[in-house]
T-cell receptor, first 114, second 112 residues
Framework: DSGVTQTPKHLITATGQRVTLRCSPRSGDLSVYWYQQSLDQGLQFLIH???????AKGNILERFSAQQFPDLHSELNLSSLELGDSALYFC?????????????FGPGTRLTVT | KNEVEQSPQNLTAQEGEFITINCSYSVGISALHWLQQHPGGGIVSLFMLSSGKKKHGRLIATINIQEKHSSLHITASHPRDSAVYIC??????????????FGKGTKLSVKP
């Protein structure tokens, strides 16, 4: 158990809908990273938050947004869903900051768009 | 061309064999990570290294910064080692904040 929690574990929804994925980092970790794992693209970095502030963006679509709340949990919002958004979404947490730290992954949320 | 390349893509071994998975990268890095993903999907960090060699149980990871190459070795492989092993790097170019760039993974199957 990494100490990182993600809810829900599974999500099935229809095209055009909007969903919210939630991540709670390990106690004491200030950084949250969101990653998407799809069959064709593999694992890709989406966005990074540190202590409530957005720090870096990767291949995140404009239809997707995220935030990190004062209690450090983070939410990833996916809107106008398309079939191609079906994927495993992981969050990872680390102590954070500009130095490099080991990242601890949550169990992931499997999103299926039908 | 992918910034992180792994080989082989698939690997089948007999229990007890010595296994090597290779990773090459083309960007400057602050660290290299080896991750393990089990069939259930969960990802576990095995190693984070920026130089030399690290060992944990039957797993050994090495990195050659000059050659931009890392290897993951598994000694005395066991069926429970069956998983996808993913190499990832933390790039050190401007704007990077510790996010990872991933290889496509090596699917390892160890037969009893």
């Amino acid at each position: 158990d990494s100490g990182v929690t993600q809810t829900p574990k599974h999500l099935i929804t229809a095209t055009g809908q909007r969903v919210t994925l939630r991540c709670s980092p390990r106690s004491g970790d200030l950084s949250v990273y969101w990653y998407q794992q799809s069959l064709d693209q593999g694992l890709q970095f989406l966005i990074h938050y540190y202590n409530g502030e957005e720090r870096a963006k990767g291949n995140i679509l404009e239809r997707f947004s995220a935030q990190q709340f004062p209690d450090l949990h983070s939410e990833l919002n996916l809107s106008s869903l398309e079939l191609g958004d079906s994927a495993l979404y992981f969050c990872a947490s680390s102590v954070g900051g500009r130095a490099v730290y080991e990242q601890y992954f949550g169990p992931g949320t499997r999103l299926t768009v039908t | 061309k992918n910034e992180v390349e792994q080989s082989p893509q698939n690997l089948t071994a007999q229990e007890g064999e010595f296994i090597t998975i290779n990773c090459s990268y083309s960007v400057g890095i602050s660290a290299l990570h080896w991750l393990q993903q089990h069939p259930g999907g969960g990802i576990v960090s095995l190693f984070m290294l920026s130089s030399g060699k690290k060992k944990h149980g039957r797993l050994i990871a090495t990195i050659n910064i000059q050659e931009k190459h890392s290897s993951l070795h598994i000694t005395a492989s066991h069926p429970r080692d069956s998983a996808v092993y993913i190499c990832a790097v933390t790039p050190n170019y401007g704007g990077s904040q510790g996010n990872l760039i991933f290889g496509k993974g090596t699917k390892l199957s160890v037969k009893p």
